[in-house]
């Protein structure tokens, strides 16, 4: 489409759009509303503020993050002719820029200055390559991106840590400015103002309004129409029944759809920053419902949502009261002594550790161990080290020995800034300039019901596992009075990584492979931390196999051969193995331990704050 085409088409959308007038008394019941919604947001946010210190983003403390970028200023200021290259390097880019422009308001082709990358999904709107002006906005802002991040990751001297930090926060920084972000400077925004007249802004401050109102003077973004679930209706609703609980756990047994059954249970251990339903959110994708089609008698633990009666619960209690209490409960009621195990993520964690623990104790009730995208060396742990060093730990800490746990927005609003144009700008635009409701989607309802974290078992966690790294030294964490050795696990053991995982880097996780002592089968699918993972066959995604496990994770990919389908019967025909032969079906409640209620159980129902 030409400019002239382009203008023509906007000009008839604006006669377009006076035809349809807003009615005056619906507007003014929306402002009435605005005003009184406004006025009690403000006197709740200004009575809580009494006493309260400076506020936190996510796990970390915008405070104890100016030493990092005061260590940059200093090192630029200390290497002026660096610091001037970068600014002319910047000034010569956007003199291609002006021409390349020029260019364009001529009517004559021109190649861009700088490319949008393929996956940003923030200038998809036509406007932005059709329109000179847009086009020349979005690469003026990809330009002093590119510069203002280069200049940050060039500076020599600082350590690795600082680096990564400031690039980080560099990041954040510069997502939030990006142009498609405000009214005046995006396309798709603009025209839906003019089209609706501005009733899209409107009804934009009304959603912005209600998330204020529901995170309490704190912005909680929807991200989903939370009213389009519930839980054992249209999400986590595979058929089974609560069979044993404790304090930190409920141990969902699931109900057969096969005749027979592997003699070994299964056992899945998720974590406990997000809640089980992950691996059952809709039939189609529940991998619980698919292992139970495939003659697994499916036991997952359900973790409880803490509060401050349990802020002294330890990484030692989590395996006590949910691993090892897990094991006990599934032996009373199949009769089996011998499972079959999966840890997802930090679940994986805590059953490698446990593997260690029972190693020690000469315990070889776990045959075998699958781990989804777990890490045991933290060596390398991706962005999450980022709010990893003692000044943010130590901030951290006086935070959650307030309340005796850290709060669910906490660990919410840390794990979308490690995707923000995704998880947080696409939303700000979608919800508040837009004003539309967000789409239904099981994901991301599953995503806002993040859970807290007792006190005391977080900071052990964060510390002994990201911070010091001493899960993989042999004796670098005791549990129980046992010093863990990873490299007594003799237990078989499939790993399951993917390959764009931001939360825990398969080549983080496959350090793993040269630690345990049994076999090991590692297989990397595509897609990220959940998206690899919830893949069934007929997914979207494939994986990579390869037979042998190099030191090296880069040979280990360079050897590997890629397999255009999910990973999931694989790891069906691996575990099968450990199977122990078929049985006839077992039914909750059959053995020695009483039904207590249907699936999912109480305790995924508790919601924490946002």
């Known amino acids: 489409m030409s400019e002239r085409e382009s203008a023509r088409t906007t000009n008839t959308a604006n006669m377009n759009a006076g035809a349809d007038t807003p009615d005056p008394a619906q507007v003014a019941q929306h402002w009435t509303a605005i005003a009184e919604k406004s006025q009690r947001l403000v006197s709740e946010f200004l009575a809580r503020q009494h006493?309260?210190?400076?506020?936190?983003?996510?796990?970390?403390?915008?405070?104890?993050?100016?030493?990092?970028?005061?260590?940059?200023?200093?090192?630029?200021?200390?290497?002026?002719?660096?610091?001037?290259?970068?600014?002319?390097?910047?000034w010569n880019d956007y003199l291609k820029l002006w021409q390349h422009t020029t260019e364009r308001l001529l009517g004559r082709p021109a190649a861009p200055v700088v490319d949008t990358p393929g996956d940003d999904r923030r200038f998809r709107d036509?406007?932005?390559?059709?329109?000179?002006?847009?086009?020349?906005?979005?690469?003026?802002?990809?330009?002093?991106?590119?510069?203002?991040?280069?200049?940050?990751?060039?500076?020599?001297?600082?350590?690795?840590?600082t680096a990564r930090k400031l690039d980080f926060y560099t990041r954040q920084f510069v997502d939030a400015m990006a142009p498609s972000n405000f009214v005046l400077t995006n396309p798709e925004v603009l025209r839906a103002t003019i089209e609706s007249r501005g009733e899209n802004l409107l009804n934009g401050l009304q959603n912005l309004l209600g998330d204020l109102e529901r995170g309490k003077g704190q912005l909680a973004i929807s991200m989903t129409d939370m009213t389009a679930f519930k839980l054992g209706e249209n999400v986590a609703a595979t058929p089974g029944k609560v069979v044993f609980q404790n304090d930190l756990i409920q141990l969902i047994q699931y109900t057969p759809t096969t005749e027979t059954v592997q003699r070994r249970p299964l056992l899945i251990i998720p974590p406990w920053i997000n809640k089980f339903y992950i691996l059952d959110l809709r039939p189609r994708n529940s991998f619980i419902r698919w292992a139970v089609s495939q003659g697994h008698t499916v036991f997952v633990v359900s973790w409880v949502n803490p509060d401050e009666r349990l802020a002294a619960k330890s990484f030692e209690d989590y395996m006590r009261g949910g691993t090892l209490a897990a094991l006990d409960a599934i032996q009373k009621a199949t009769g089996e002594r011998e499972i079959n195990a999966i840890g997802y993520c930090l679940g994986g964690t805590l059953l490698s550790a446990t593997?260690?623990?029972?190693?020690?104790?000469?315990?070889?009730?776990?045959?075998?161990?699958?781990?989804?995208?777990?890490?045991v060396d933290f060596a390398e742990a991706g962005e999450l080290s980022v709010f990893i060093d003692e000044e943010q730990l130590k901030s951290l800490e006086e935070r959650m020995n307030k309340k005796g746990y850290l709060e669910a927005r906490d660990m919410h609003t840390t794990f979308n800034m490690l995707r923000a144009n995704d998880l947080i700008w696409s939303f700000v635009v979608n919800n508040y300039l837009l004003g539309k409701s967000p789409f239904p989607f099981?994901?991301?309802?599953?995503?806002?019901?993040?859970?807290?974290?007792?006190?005391?078992?977080?900071s052990f966690y964060l510390r002994k596992m990201y911070q010091q790294n001493l899960l993989v030294q042999p004796g670098g964490i005791t549990l129980d009075g046992v010093p863990l050795d990873l490299r007594k696990i003799k237990t078989p053991a499939f790993l399951l990584s993917t390959r764009e995982d931001h939360i825990a880097p398969w080549r983080s996780t496959y350090a793993a492979t040269q630690l345990y002592s049994g076999p090991v089968?590692?297989?990397?699918?595509?897609?990220?931390?959940?998206?690899?993972?919830?893949?069934?066959?007929?997914?979207?995604y494939g994986h990579w196999?390869?037979?042998?496990?190099?030191?090296?994770?880069?040979?280990?990919?360079?050897?590997?051969?890629?397999?255009?389908?999910?990973?999931?019967?694989?790891?069906?025909?691996?575990?099968?193995?450990?199977?122990?032969?078929?049985?006839?079906?077992?039914?909750?409640?059959?053995?020695?331990?009483?039904?207590?209620?249907?699936?999912?159980?109480?305790?995924?129902?508790?919601r924490a704050e946002h």
């Open 442 to 458: 099981d994901l991301l309802y599953w995503n806002s019901d993040s859970t807290r974290m007792p006190a005391a078992m977080h």
């Open 51 to 90: 006493g309260v210190g400076g506020e936190s983003v996510g796990m970390s403390n915008p405070m104890a993050i100016g030493a990092a970028f005061f260590e940059m200023t200093a090192r630029l200021m200390a290497d002026p002719a660096r610091l001037m290259q970068a600014q002319v390097t910047l």
């Open 545 to 606: 196999e390869n037979e042998t496990n190099p030191p090296s994770a880069n040979d280990w990919l360079a050897g590997a051969t890629q397999k255009p389908d999910s990973w999931w019967p694989l790891w069906h025909e691996w575990v099968s193995q450990y199977s122990g032969g078929d049985v006839p079906a077992r039914q909750p409640g059959d053995g020695r331990l009483p039904v207590l209620e249907d699936a999912p159980g109480s305790y995924v129902t508790v």
């Open 355 to 375: 593997l260690a623990y029972m190693a020690a104790k000469r315990d070889a009730r776990i045959k075998s161990a699958t781990f989804f995208v777990t890490m």
């Open 521 to 540: 089968k590692f297989v990397l699918a595509a897609s990220g931390h959940i998206a690899g993972v919830v893949n069934p066959p007929g997914g979207k």
């Open 126 to 161: 036509p406007a932005w390559n059709d329109n000179a002006v847009f086009d020349y906005i979005k690469q003026s802002y990809l330009l002093a991106a590119r510069s203002v991040q280069g200049a940050v990751k060039d500076i020599d001297g600082l350590d690795e840590r």
